[in-house]
């Protein structure tokens, strides 16, 4: 196996596990989902939208298997990860050309599929259909401009952003 894919293996679990604990730290909505999505938004900078969308996918899953995850939110998992993915996704092919753009259009479909899924597809709680609305929005914008902001602080101090 070639060097780089290694480096982009290891690279990717370290962030799956960052993630991890973030979501195993027990902090509210408004510090667990901006520091979620900023790993998202870095691993799509740093692994590519391949090891970005696995963490994506993976972590509401780890989540709920570890009992992170409130039971009324199981039946979200798909759309959490689907949201996920499609956030690193949209960032990554967008980042080339404006990151910021990318950041807002990639946040704004994240919150429409979750939003989606809680009108449309899944009934859940009222409290859990209002965390799926415009808290993701902001989560997911704030955990942008974090993750824009280390990979100001990470390319100065030449570590790992490519």
């Known amino acids: 196996m070639p060097q780089t894919n290694i480096r982009r293996i290891s690279r990717t679990a370290i962030l799956l596990a960052v993630a991890l ?3 195993m730290g027990g902090f509210p909505q408004f510090i667990t989902g901006p520091l979620v999505n900023t790993v998202l938004y870095l ?3 740093i692994v590519g939208w391949q090891g970005g969308m696995i963490i994506g996918i993976l972590t509401p899953v780890i989540a709920s298997m570890r009992g992170i995850l409130p039971p009324p939110l ?9 949201g ?10 967008l980042q080339a ?13 994240k919150f429409l599929l979750l939003v989606s899924a809680v ?3 899944v009934q859940v709680p009222p409290a859990i259909a209002q965390m799926m609305s415009l808290p993701q929005l902001i ?10 902001l280390l990979a100001h602080f990470f390319k100065k101090a030449n570590i ?3």
Not at 84 to 93: E, M
Not at 139 to 148: E, K, P, Q, R
């Open 139 to 148: 989560t997911a914008l704030a955990g942008g401009v974090i993750a824009l």
């Open 21 to 23: 604990v973030f979501q």
């Open 119 to 121: 009108k449309l597809l």
């Open 43 to 45: 691993a799509a900078m």
């Open 74 to 82: 199981t039946p979200l998992i798909p759309f959490i990860a689907l």
């Open 84 to 93: 996920n993915a499609t956030l690193v996704i949209l960032f990554f092919w």
């Open 160 to 162: 790992i952003i490519e």
């Open 97 to 109: 050309k404006n990151k910021i753009v990318g950041i807002i259009v990639a946040s704004v479909v």
